[in-house]
């Protein structure tokens, strides 16, 4: 039995329902927000995006509490689920008897997110992945650009990872706060957006210029690399520039989302100090 459901509305106790809840198939796994924090977040966006929410049967604690209490102002329906059903679901992740359902994940479309980002002029900022395969550090980059102001990451379809639980859960909520657009060709991608005004940056280890040196005062859109080969060669030569983050401690690299802070956060001091951002924020 996957476990008992209760729906409360506000004020009222909770009561034990006959089994229910959506039950998923393996490849609906991506619906699924694992963790505390990470479902606590969606909730609280205006307009949440869950169907459903999940807790391990018999689980009490103030954290329980809050996410029952967020649900029940959303009117959201809570299931109790057995915590082995939860735990088979995610077997290499750390659930914390808390569980979020997507309505569905919805990528977004590429000409929205373009328009919206034209919208802020210098301003305009865009991060694209090329090929990132690990879905923690897909999820890490999102938090990471969603931090930073970000007006959207571009993933491609094939051959990198896609919007998963793992993803979500180390996105911990701002895949809410950032629209994340999945294309066909990367690279064709980048030449329409360098049509529209977008200067291509990618960021690589061997490139000669700083980031500290580079005028980041104008539309960008931030490339990075794969966790294991870089960038590509077919999108190093749509680069109109590549850029380093210098080490003074001899380090050879960084982690894919750490290195995409860094470079952010050197955008964001140079756009603020001219003016281009407020003092807290896009």
Not at 82 to 109: C, M, P, R, T
Not at 149 to 167: E, K, M, N, Q
Not at 239 to 267: M, W, Y
Request: positive net charge.
């Amino acid at each position: 039995m996957a476990g008992s459901t209760t729906k409360r509305g506000k004020n009222t106790p909770q009561k034990p329902r006959k089994p229910g809840g959506w039950k998923p198939d393996r490849q609906d796994h991506d619906r699924l927000i694992p963790g505390f924090h990470a479902v606590r977040e969606t909730l609280k966006e205006p307009k949440s995006s869950l169907q459903e929410i999940w807790i391990a049967a018999g689980k009490q604690s103030a954290r329980t509490e809050e996410i029952l209490n967020l649900a029940t102002a959303k009117n959201i329906p809570v299931y109790f689920k057995q915590e082995s059903y939860l735990s088979d679901i995610f077997e290499n992740i750390s659930h914390q008897g808390i569980v979020g359902v997507l309505k569905a994940f919805a990528y977004a479309d590429l000409h929205q997110v373009l328009r919206h980002s034209l919208r802020e002029e210098a301003s305009a900022l865009l991060l694209a992945a090329d090929h990132m395969t690990d879905p923690g550090n897909l999820g890490a980059l999102i938090r990471t650009a969603a931090f930073f102001g970000s007006h959207g990451l571009i993933i491609p379809r094939d051959r990198s990872a896609g919007i998963t639980a793992a993803a979500l859960k180390r996105a911990s909520g701002a895949h809410a706060k950032l629209p994340v657009v999945r294309v066909t060709n990367l690279g064709r991608t980048l030449d329409e957006l360098s049509k529209n005004g977008f200067w291509i940056i990618g960021a690589a280890g061997e490139a000669d210029l700083s980031i500290y040196d580079f005028d980041w005062k104008r539309p960008v859109v931030l490339v990075l690399g794969s966790e294991q080969k870089g960038l590509s060669p077919s999108i190093r030569k749509r680069c109109h520039e590549r850029v380093r983050i210098p080490s003074p401690g001899g380090v050879e690299s960084l982690n894919i989302s750490v290195a995409g802070g860094v470079v952010l956060s050197e955008i964001c001091r140079q756009r603020r100090h001219t003016g281009l951002l407020n003092p807290k924020g896009t």
